[in-house]
């Protein structure tokens, strides 16, 4: 006989960035981290700020802190509420269910209370204007009225599969209206010590664009090379 599972499991162990590590990802653009990541980190983009950003500014930088839900079950991410740590991403899997909503008004709104920075699912969620008002930055997988189930199981500060990604508690989040970046928690360091120079590289680039460059050098020897072919 196959015994049920618990309904709810908590880790014991919590990593969390330093606040230097955190404060180098604040306002920086998620695609600068996937240039430092050479290409890798971004959750699908089926996760979208919700609303497109239209009505809710939607840059947030901060820890993850997992929950791991199961398709139409929200008991895992009630249970994160006690485990947020001001400053914090909290991240929801939702198996990417879209037949009901991953989160409400309400349950964002004791997140903002309990100082998130910011709330990733990959299922919709409901009560937009609530939302909005709530003032926590969302990025989901698009809006339904429809209600979860709140009985389990479910799980926090586990490994979760999210947006084609793994995420655990204490990769660092970065996101805004691109989309969402995670940074596995071993790659932190390196990934800080690479945006300056990408940073750099954009700004040049910018500064060129700007005075009106139409095809970069390297276009041009492109096709200037014998990696180019010319045929009639």
Known sequence: MIEA???LTISTAFRRPTEAQILAFQRVPSGFVVDALLGGGALSCSIQPIGGGRDLFCTAAGPALTADCGAADVLATFASLKFIVPGDMVVSAFAAYAGCAAAGDRLVGMMKNSGAAGFVTDGPVRDYEG?????LPVWCAGLTPASPHMSGPGSVGFPIQI????????DMIVADRDGVVVVPYERIDEVIQK??????????LDAEVA???KVPKWVEEYLSSD???RKD
Do not use: D, F
């Open 5 to 7: 599972p618990p309904t």
């Open 211 to 213: 005075q009106g460059l």
């Open 195 to 204: 945006l300056s120079h990408i940073y750099e590289l954009e700004q040049a």
């Open 163 to 170: 947006g084609g990604q793994e995420i655990e508690t204490g």
């Open 131 to 135: 939302i909005v008002q709530a003032g």
């Open 227 to 229: 990696k180019t072919v």
